[in-house]
């Protein structure tokens, strides 16, 4: 087993690898290009039989997307998928739609990159009943903060503000057509205080 060889790394290394599992567990993603994710995604890739092994154990899996540069935890009986309530899942589609949007005029090596009033007009277009007010966006946007899908450029609390989206969307979001994200948002209904049947890792 590989994990009889963990004694191999010297205490710097053990602590990075107990550092990155209690961060995957926490939040189920890693991103390469968020900076406190760095350290942790390349310790994951150069001794990733470690993890694989130790996390199969409690029937977990990890998923490497290297050409993104994303990680995801995985419970094989999905058991640790999260409820939504509407509002987050809606700002999660919308995220996932601009990150479409603005990947065709970014830069292979650039992250992508959107405007907090961005969010506010799509989910204006949308014409829900209910509108989403400044607190509660700059919520759902810390939520998905923690769980390394999208890095505040400056006070989120201004709409003038960005946000860097992480290819941690896309498996967030486990479709690849687009098309299958519009849909989702088109057959949202909205309810005051409810919650969508839609779940993420």
Same mark, same amino acid.
């Given at each position: 087993? !590989?994990?009889?060889? *963990?004694?191999?790394?010297?205490?710097? #290394?053990?602590?990075? *690898?107990?550092? @990155?599992?209690?961060?995957?567990? =926490? @939040?189920? *993603?890693?991103?390469?290009?968020?900076? $406190?994710?760095k350290e942790m995604y390349y310790f994951l890739l150069s001794h990733k039989k470690y993890f694989d092994e130790y996390f199969e +154990? +409690? $029937?977990?899996?990890?998923?490497?997307?290297?050409?993104?540069?994303?990680? #995801?935890?995985?419970?094989k009986e999905n058991s640790n998928l999260m409820k939504l309530?509407? $509002?987050e899942t809606i700002i999660l589609l919308i995220l996932r739609i601009l990150y479409h949007q603005h990947l065709a005029d970014t830069s292979v090596n650039d992250n992508i990159v959107v405007? +907090?009033?961005?969010?506010? #007009?799509?989910?204006?277009?949308?014409?829900?009943?209910k509108k989403i007010n400044k607190t509660d966006l700059v919520t759902i946007l810390r939520l998905y903060k923690k769980f390394n899908i999208i890095e505040p450029v400056g006070d989120i609390t201004k709409s003038g503000s960005s946000i860097i989206i *992480?290819? @941690? !969307?896309?498996?967030? !979001?486990? @479709?690849?057509? !687009?098309? $299958?994200?519009?849909?989702?948002? =088109?057959r949202i209904e909205v309810k005051p205080g409810g919650e969508t049947d839609e779940e993420t890792d």
């Open positions: 087993m !590989i994990l009889e060889n *963990f004694e191999e790394l010297n205490s710097s #290394q053990k602590n990075l *690898f107990s550092r @990155t599992c209690l961060r995957l567990l =926490s @939040t189920g *993603f890693l991103a390469r290009d968020k900076k $406190d994710n +154990i +409690i $029937d977990y899996e990890i998923l490497l997307d290297r050409e993104n540069g994303a990680v #995801q935890l995985t419970h309530k509407k $509002d405007r +907090i009033d961005e969010l506010h #007009q799509y989910y204006d277009s949308l014409e829900l009943k *992480f290819p @941690t !969307i896309l498996m967030a !979001i486990n @479709t690849t057509a !687009i098309n $299958d994200v519009y849909d989702l948002i =088109s």
